[in-house]
């Protein structure tokens, strides 16, 4: 099957509805582009679970902070095209902002007590944005399987969420975050690091790898896990914590002590002018995931 690139919601629907009539799951990676390894592990596994598979590009602009911001993250759907063809996508959702947030667009999703935490804190209404911009598509859509990262963690509770709230018959599965071979998660956003910048990010994932070492060799204390990936963040000049927090995985509230439970430790930090978010699960509980998926939300 040729790849077709979908631009108007309607079309998008109406192929939608052909899976659905022959009983075929659809997965649907939703992505904002800029497309790297770790969109293309989510695609892949989309690949094996679902008959056909659907990529959404939409550079939303409720996720930013600024029309700056907005304008100066990469679009280049052509470049994304050719990385999906290759590897078995059938449709790529590409609309417009004006088919997704129409003139006069008024109906918001909120995730309340969770999309005013971490980025929701940092970032207000960014969480509200994606979840909106999610239920719409997967309404447009009626995916079986969404696949999302861990490395946006908690995007994946809120949606995991707001589909258990509203009862959306979709499955959300969590992919583990892509790295490089120095461990720096793979992000749309290292593009704009320098080549200096580009050897101080990884200190983010290396501080994170502590608090695991630091863990599995039993240490369970919040506050002491912290203190030791400040201590490595500060060894590194170009870098500088916005937020880091260990919580539960639920509703994202702090924990002291990581004792018989699952953790999720979240970082935002600037490197230089970049801003770029990491996180690590610290899992303690006693039902550990026999399946290997990831247990978030
Ligand atoms: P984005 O295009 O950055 O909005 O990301 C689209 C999806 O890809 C989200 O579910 C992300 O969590 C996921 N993703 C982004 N970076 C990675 C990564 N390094 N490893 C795994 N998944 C990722």
Redesign the pocket.
């Known amino acids: 099957m040729v790849m077709e690139i979908i631009t108007r919601a309607a079309r998008m629907h109406s192929v939608s509805c052909k899976f659905a009539a022959e009983e075929k799951p659809i997965g649907l ?11 293309l ?2 695609v892949r596994e989309a690949r094996r679970m679902a008959d056909a598979v659907i990529v959404s590009i939409f550079v939303n602009p409720t996720l930013f902070r600024d029309e700056e911001e907005y304008k100066s993250f990469p679009h280049d759907l052509a470049r994304d095209a050719d990385l999906l063809t290759p590897i078995g996508v059938d449709y790529i959702f590409a609309p417009s902002v004006e088919e997704i947030f129409p003139k006069g667009f008024a109906t918001w999703i909120t995730v309340e007590g969770l999309s005013d935490k971490l980025e929701g804190a940092v970032r207000p209404g960014h969480l509200r944005g994606a979840a909106t911009v999610l239920t719409t598509f997967f309404n447009i859509i009626h995916p079986k399987f969404v ?6 963690a908690q ?2 509770i809120v949606a995991k969420k707001l589909v258990r709230d509203l009862h959306l018959p979709v499955e959300i599965i969590v ?5 490089d071979e120095n461990g720096l ?4 956003r290292n593009q704009y690091l320098s080549l200096e910048e580009l050897r101080a990010a990884p200190v983010i994932y290396r501080a994170l790898h502590q608090a695991e070492e630091m863990f599995a060799e039993g240490e369970r204390s919040a506050k002491r896990l912290k203190r030791a990936i400040e201590k490595e963040m500060e060894k590194e000049p170009l870098a500088r914590i916005e937020y880091l927090s260990i919580t539960d995985t639920e509703w994202l509230e702090p924990i002291d002590d990581l004792s018989h439970r699952t953790a999720l430790v979240s970082i935002a930090a600037y490197i230089g002018k970049t801003r770029l978010t990491d996180n690590v699960i610290l899992d303690d509980s006693a039902y550990k995931s026999k399946s290997g998926r990831l247990k978030l939300g």
């Open positions: 990676i939703p992505t904002m582009g800029a497309l790297h390894e770790g969109h592990t989510l696949f999302m990262g861990q490395k946006d995007q994946t992919m583990p975050t892509v790295r998660a793979l992000s749309s």
